[in-house]
């Protein structure tokens, strides 16, 4: 009969290397050829290639055992996503650990592991139950002679989530260590298992006299079971800066210390929590000390990505703490998020911005690009003394790859300047191009005076030119619009597609683009993406490439992203061409199908699901296809967006359709496509509940959008709570009248 837990934990850390000599370990690799590991799979596929990775990690060669953990990492931890062959490989890599072999190594693997929830061919919690399942091997690691494998053994048991086994072990490890960092990971580990107990254990060593990273560690014992935030742990964290070089000590997942404690405040989304937060930010930018400071720029960063309100309070604290250019610099990228929000801000940065316009200054460089975000008109005189020197700041006046900046506004020295570098096109390089001439087409007719360089510059940068030409020419006086025709059509003569495109734009003239379009298609070979959906523009005056459109079309065997993408702008062209949905919804039935084979593939059905919605009832036929994508937060809003176009409404479930897309919303899948879909249901699809759930996402303090491209996110949160106050209001209005 196995002995109690807390008998053999005590006796097994009462050792002083943390061994077990009951147990054999000489030979922590038997039985690893009776796994069949090629009938399993990690991140690449077939597994065959760990059990020479673990024997590998056994081996004398230090060079082949750190290759050989890094590609353990890379497989069956890969991004922090668990497969069948990482629950395989656990109790050999326990087993590894406990017999000495990379001991603080192997168990931060398995940690990462246990702490996994993005599992992939597994069952939901296996891999975790298969590291508890090796508690009786690791936790003897608690005593052994090296401080780090304690501490590291110390954070890994706990992500078991086996309280009843590992809380009495940690318990015991904390009334016996004396090393600072282990104490530390220790109580976070009984905080993770049991907040309330991590809570009391904390108020014992919250004291001044307590080493520093012991404090930090309690603090957040605090924080996480909820405690309320008081004076004295507002007081605690302020002493514990800089608190930067106690990261390294403790705790392997949390971030910078200070920004950790305003994330977990600014969570509780309520109004004290968010001042202690801010309180805390403000207090560390006023510091005098730079490397508080700079914490405080992290925190400050952290802060405003997650809260709505934040860039109020704040920017003034971030005006102080640009003491110099280095602070500036420091933060530049977070007040160029920050947008006309940062303003008052915009004296700190325009100094440096306008340091050195005649040559290369990188530091120069990115002040003006905050600038150019935070106040522009400041900042247009800058970069047009600047162009050729500043490619951050015209970058950034462009947006070249941002659907949610407005158009820089209009400057005459700039458009002076962009003028004189579009005279010598060829001596352009890299984004240069398409930022210019995206500072043409922001203006429209404003830029007319461009017109000249823009047509010469046609043979060296016909892609940008022409698609400037168009913008700049729609409104312009006759004259000048004859200028921009007769350059375009000169240029779709020698074939240039995007210059038929942009003539077609102008003028409505379909011969040049169609021959440029069969030319385009008939070549075969290339990605007809783009051609598919200048054709697309066309409609049935498009009818002519339906035959080339078919023959684009993948191999229905392929189920990679580009193949189904490609395959999805060729139905949306077939359709607005020819208008017969019998072989479009056969090519998107494909689609679907192929993309549900395919764990990369989300997007891709997200993209078929739009291009669904544009056939109206003739898309009916998708109808179950486009239903077994609802419970997919991702697909959601773009699967409602069709359901609603293509399918009987009386079949519908209206209600279940808006809480999806609201959900969709919530954990930030796909917000922007949730206003979409909403919009399509209409305000008598959407009860009291959804309402209330609309205006938290509209109104409340916490950012909807909270992941992608970082310099985007606060834009993109910005534009969503726009469009969603915009439709609550018209939602309500129309229950009112």
């Not at 809570?199 to 560690?217: G, W």
């Not at 920017?315 to 110099?324: G, H, K, M, N, Q």
């Not at 192929?594 to 997007?603: E, F, P, T, V």
């Not at 206003?675 to 303090?701: I, S």
Request: proline share 6%.
């Amino acid at each position: 009969m196995p002995k109690e837990p807390c008998s053999w934990l005590r006796e097994a850390l009462s050792g002083a290397d943390g061994t077990m000599p009951r147990m054999d370990l000489v030979h922590p690799l038997d039985g690893l050829d009776a796994v069949p590991w090629a009938s399993s799979s990690h991140a690449y596929g077939s597994a065959e290639d760990v059990p020479d990775l673990l024997r590998a990690l056994t081996g004398t060669d230090a060079a082949a055992a750190s290759e050989a953990l890094s590609e353990l990492y890379g497989s069956v931890l890969h991004q922090g996503t668990v497969y069948a062959a990482s629950m395989e490989a656990v109790p050999f890599l326990a087993r590894i650990a406990a017999a000495g072999h990379r001991t603080a190594d192997v168990l931060g693997l398995l940690g990462g592991m246990a702490e996994s929830e993005d599992e992939y061919g597994v069952a939901p919690g296996g891999v975790r139950a298969a590291v508890a399942a090796q508690l009786e091997l690791l936790l003897p690691l608690l005593a052994n002679a090296e401080s780090d494998v304690r501490r590291t053994v110390a954070w890994a048991v706990s992500h078991t989530r086996d309280g009843g086994t590992v809380l009495p072990a940690l318990e015991i490890r904390w009334a016996e260590e004396t090393e600072p960092a282990v104490r530390a990971e220790v109580l976070a580990g009984i905080a993770r298992l049991d907040p309330q107990r991590g809570a009391a254990e904390a108020v014992s060593v919250l004291d001044p006299s307590q080493p520093a990273v012991v404090r930090l560690a309690a603090l957040f014992a605090c924080l996480d079971a909820g405690a309320p935030w008081s004076d004295s742990l507002h007081a605690t964290m302020l002493s514990l800066l800089p608190a930067d070089s106690s990261r390294s000590d403790f705790d392997l997942e949390r971030g910078e210390p200070l920004a950790a404690v305003v994330e977990a405040l600014l969570g509780r989304d309520h109004g004290p929590a968010r001042e202690a937060a801010f309180a805390l930010v403000d207090a560390a930018l006023r510091d005098s000390r730079a490397e508080v400071r700079a914490e405080g720029a992290w925190a400050a960063d952290r802060a405003c990505m997650l809260s709505r309100s934040a860039p109020q309070q704040l920017v003034e604290s971030l005006r102080a703490a640009a003491v110099d250019d280095k602070a500036v610099v420091d933060m530049a990228s977070l007040l160029a998020r920050l947008g006309r929000a940062a303003e008052p801000a915009a004296d700190a940065l325009a100094p440096l911005a306008g340091r050195n316009l005649d040559r290369e200054d990188d530091h120069a460089d990115r002040a003006l690009a905050a600038l150019v975000l935070v106040a522009p008109e400041q900042a247009a005189p800058l970069l047009a003394a600047g162009l050729g020197h500043r490619p951050r700041a015209l970058d950034a006046a462009t947006g070249l790859w941002d659907a949610e900046s407005a158009a820089f506004p209009f400057d005459r020295e700039l458009l002076e300047a962009v003028r004189s570098r579009l005279s010598q096109p060829a001596a352009l390089s890299g984004n240069e191009p398409w930022q210019l001439t995206s500072l043409l087409a922001g203006w429209g007719a404003e830029a007319a005076a461009a017109l000249p360089e823009l047509c010469a510059a046609i043979p060296h940068i016909p892609d940008q030119a022409t698609r400037a030409l168009a913008s700049v020419a729609a409104d312009c006086a006759p004259a000048d619009r004859d200028t921009a025709v007769t350059a375009l059509r000169a240029a779709a003569q020698r074939d240039v597609l995007p210059a038929a495109k942009a003539l077609y734009d102008l003028t409505g003239e379909p011969a040049p683009l169609l021959r440029c379009l069969e030319q385009e298609l008939g070549r075969g070979g290339r990605d007809p993406r783009d051609a598919a959906r200048t054709a697309a523009v066309l409609g049935s005056r498009g009818a002519a490439l339906a035959p080339l459109l078919r023959e684009a079309l993948s191999d229905p065997g392929k189920d990679t992203t580009p193949a189904l993408d490609t395959d999805t702008a060729l139905a949306e062209a077939l359709w607005r061409v020819t208008g017969d949905p019998e072989p479009v919804v056969a090519v998107l039935a494909s689609v679907f199908d192929r993309a549900a084979q395919s764990q990369w593939a989300r997007w891709s059905v997200v993209r078929a699901a739009r291009a669904t919605a544009l056939l109206g009832p003739a898309g009916r036929p998708l109808t179950a296809r486009l239903e077994e994508a609802l419970s997919d937060p991702v697909q959601a809003p773009a699967v409602v967006l069709a359901l609603v176009a293509v399918a009987d409404p009386a079949a519908l479930d209206h209600a279940a359709l808006a809480s999806a897309v609201l959900a969709s919303a919530q954990w930030d899948a796909d917000p922007a496509g949730a206003c979409d879909a909403l919009e399509a249901l209409g305000g008598a699809a959407l009860n009291g509940d959804h309402l209330r759930r609309l205006e938290v996402l509209a109104d409340g303090d916490a950012r909807v959008v909270r992941s992608g491209v970082e310099n985007r996110i606060i834009r993109q949160d910005e534009a969503f709570r726009g469009r969603a106050r915009a439709l609550l209001a018209t939602f309500r209005n129309a229950a009112t009248s």
